[in-house]
């Protein structure tokens, strides 16, 4: 089995041919850091089997990040072996930079020009240009598969010798490493190429007078939280409810009459209990939201390839270098919204060791798509319609939330170098409803998978552990306290200055350690509530007759805040495990309790005061808090400066400006 290597910009549509050709569905955007890795795969021409090397996206053979220099490792190892170089027919002119450096290395090269728009700003002679580079040419469509068959047909030839760029004659070789990162003599031997075999049209690669709103000073946060209020209200309301509703009703009427038939064969006893709550009760409540959570990729997806998330990167790269970390990180923490197990990954794609850990460790405070059951359940009881505020609020305070946490970090522990960031603006596109189907079709078995083995396995273990006491005796018959609310009783206290104190809904918080979306099904094992009742769900954590029962809207948002916040999903811990070693996954998971409880506290003792005083007294008082809290900063800033220079106004001057 002969194995090729595919390289290429990011952004170029590598992933996709890569899926294209080994028909695989790995995932792709369209912005850097997607692979940060090296996947293979293998494939067929005719008879003849080839492995092939999807390698992170990369600009030169100078490697400027973690990923780009696990590609170049893997070229470097495999001299011999055939490269296909992808190039992105609209932004050849920064492409074939990369080709220039593999053709001066005298690698087997094969070119595939990538038309990713229908209206490319460059019409290629492919035939010349090949003449040009004395390698073998194609141009493509990765995601419409055009050109793949001619592409596969090159794999089988021998190697061409490629013609020497004008530059390496002029020039000794062991100069070229010294001219890489001052690159005039290749960028001009690419101009002169693009003169020669291509015809370029007016347009200008990613100009788009969108960005004159979307990366406006004063427009660009506000029209990105519209964007986001936007994606809430459909995906936790309007058409998000009417499906989850919807697939409520048909669970309901799935498990209806299997159930019936369990009660005439069993009669209502731990068999019958055992399907209705922990299997159908539990597993299918969480199973209702998958509507919402599909809505949620299905939005991701398209920020991904409409060339907007790019431009998110733009809008917080100021913002994040000031807290250590930079745009790269933009990418990695808005894939939190949607796994942070798959998130934590991505961060490997920073330069800097200390702007990994700090990036890996923030992941799980961006909220996942797994406590959508809870914000939806928990929070629809108490506030109705207006509960798409608590929801955009939560997510806003987890963004608040590691944005400090980075700072502290990065003045105290994780102090981070000064990193590169290479930032590329697509055009704006739409999306491929192929593309998008596999996105959504990936991440819905990943659902049905994760409810299918862990959530089944967890709500068998929850019941059995509320079901029976320590001595084994079945609880519903009179056999004492169960070993759950023994455990929760014990721990309860801890969570009373919190404003929740309730056995069940500490023992729901211990399961969600294993899943977030755990937490609802418990919730509904507790109150006794059926996969066809997710309202009534809502409605049952009302009444103070319910095993799990909130009195306050206080108790209920600290609730919420501290499900955001603390220690994420098991997966999650071991991908930490995995990318910042123990020491700092232990730190992460402390500091994570920690921060939940704190500020659970803290916002539950401010929604209890306004339950109490108002509103608008409360306000006041905090309001009047932070302005003598900032006048006695000043204060204290001010004679700091003066007992550091006490006789040198140039130095006083020098201190200012720092």
Known sequence: ????????????????????????????????????????????????????????????????????????QKIEENKDKKIINICDQNNLQRNLYLTLCLLEKGFDV????????????????????????????????????????????????QKKSPKPPDYVKTIKAEQIQDIQTLSNLRYD?????????????????????????????WLAFPVFLLVLAGIFYLTFFSFGAFLSDSLSKLLGLVTTP?????ENSFGQNFVYDLFNVAIFGGVGTVLSFLPQVVLLFFFLSILEDSGYM??????????????????????????????????????????????????????????CSAKIPIYTVIGGAFFGAKNILVI???????????????????????KSKKQSFILEFPPYRTTSLKRVGKILWKNVCEFLIRVGSVMVSMNIIIWLLSSFSFNFSYVSQGGGTSMLETIGRFLAPIFSPLGFNNWAIVSSLLAGLVAKEVVVSSIAMFNG?????????????????????????????????????????????SMLL?????????ISVAIQLVTAYVVAFVVYQICFACEIFGFWSVFAIILTFLCVFIAFLSVFLKIKRKKLCPHCDICKKNCKLK
């Open 1 to 72: 089995m002969k194995e090729v290597l595919l390289v290429g910009n990011p952004n170029s549509g590598k992933t996709t041919l890569f899926n294209s050709l080994t028909r695989s569905n790995e995932h792709v955007g369209n912005w850097h850091g997607v692979t940060v890795d090296t996947k293979d795969k293998s494939f067929f021409v005719g008879k003849e089997e080839f492995c092939l090397v999807d390698t992170p996206g990369l600009y030169s053979l100078t490697p400027l990040s973690f990923e780009e220099a696990v590609a170049v």
């Open 110 to 157: 094969v070119l595939a020009i990538n038309q990713i728009d229908k209206k490319p700003i460059f019409k290629v002679d492919t035939k010349k240009l090949a003449e040009t580079l004395g390698i073998d040419v194609v141009l493509i469509d990765a995601e419409k598969k055009v050109g793949i068959d001619k592409l596969k047909e090159r794999l089988l030839l």
């Open 189 to 217: 031997y690419i101009d002169k190429i693009l003169g020669m075999c291509a015809v370029r049209t007016h347009a200008v690669y990613g100009q788009s007078k969108l960005d004159k709103i979307f990366l406006n000073k």
């Open 258 to 262: 299997i159930l019936n038939f369990i």
């Open 310 to 367: 790019s431009r998110i990167a733009f809008i917080f790269e100021d913002i994040l270098g000031r807290i250590g970390l930079s745009g790269k990180s933009v990418y990695t923490l808005l894939m939190g919204f949607g796994c942070s197990t798959s998130a934590i990954m991505t961060s490997r794609n920073m330069d800097d060791k200390n702007a990994k850990i700090k990036t890996a460790i923030l992941c799980p405070y961006m909220s």
């Open 392 to 414: 955009m609020g939560l997510y806003i305070l987890g963004v608040v939330v590691a944005i400090s946490i980075s700072k502290i970090l990065d003045i105290t522990l994780l």
């Open 529 to 573: 509530i059926d996969s066809s009742a997710t309202k009534l769900l809502s409605a049952s954590i009302l009444l103070p007759t319910s095993v799990v029962y909130f009195a306050t809207k206080a108790s209920v948002i600290s609730f919420l805040v501290y499900c955001l916040l603390y220690t994420p999903c098991m997966a999650s811990i």
């Open 578 to 586: 995995q990318e910042v070693g123990k020491k700092w996954t232990f």
